[in-house]
């Protein structure tokens, strides 16, 4: 089966750039989404097709995927980025999300 | 205005059979390219993909579960059925049902429902 792992904890400091890495398999020829999970909340779209943004999600979020790793880049981190987030792809009919990531905003 | 809605019980029994219904609104599942997923979360755990149905009827399933679920549609009454044979508390999660707009290698999840938690215990 395959598997996209990322880092358990992320920590950055308001107003900084985080990066949350996910990693697989030539994962860079598979198409990345990447989803943002609040406490208690259904998870939300952030970034689909490796770096596009749906309507709504603010600009300062933004995706790269190349080679083994894909990467959610947030800019100007915010308090309320603190949340859980997942990496996700499609593999041999199957979908497939990583651990996921917690972010803390300190 | 899309939105999707989880429904089923909240507590069964283990090697019980559970049923879980999605009710869909805002778009048709017989569009071409609409897919219903469902996903579940064990509590303070990750995401697990479940299984897929497409606007054609076919069906994907996870390979460690695929043994155990059966999914199918209500297009009439806009409704996606999940059935997980022989429960077992490991299985206890918050189950989701979400949108993807597009299938094949395309698969994403642009709306999701609230969640349904499911818990399993004699």
Request: charged letters at 15%; a neutral charge; aromatic letters at 10%.
């Amino acid at each position: 089966s395959y598997d996209l792992t990322q880092p358990p904890s992320v920590s950055v400091s308001p107003g900084r750039t985080a990066s949350i890495t996910c990693s697989g398999d030539n994962l860079g020829n598979k198409l990345t989404h990447w989803y943002q999970q609040k406490a208690g909340q259904s998870p939300l779209l952030l970034i689909y097709y490796n770096n596009r943004r749906p309507s709504g999600i603010p600009e300062r979020f933004s995706g790269s995927n190349s080679g083994n790793t894909a990467t959610l880049t947030i800019s100007g981190t915010q308090a309320i980025d603190e949340a859980d987030y997942y990496c996700q792809a499609w593999d041999s009919s199957t979908a497939v999300f990583g651990g996921g990531t917690k972010l803390t905003v300190l | 205005q899309v939105t999707l809605r989880e429904s089923g019980p909240a507590l069964v029994k283990p090697t019980q059979t559970l049923t879980l219904t999605c009710t869909v609104s805002g778009f048709s599942l017989d569009t071409g390219g609409m897919c219903v997923n469902w996903i579940r979360q064990p509590p303070g755990k990750a995401l697990e993909w479940l299984a897929l149905i497409d606007w054609d009827g076919d069906t994907f399933f996870s390979t460690s579960l695929k043994t155990r679920l059966t999914l199918s549609k209500d297009s009439s009454k806009n409704q996606v059925v999940l059935t997980v044979t022989n429960m077992d508390p490991l299985d206890t999660a918050t189950y989701y049902c979400a949108r993807s707009p597009i299938g094949g290698n395309h698969v994403h999840y642009d709306y999701w429902g609230q969640g349904a938690l499911v818990t399993v215990s004699s």
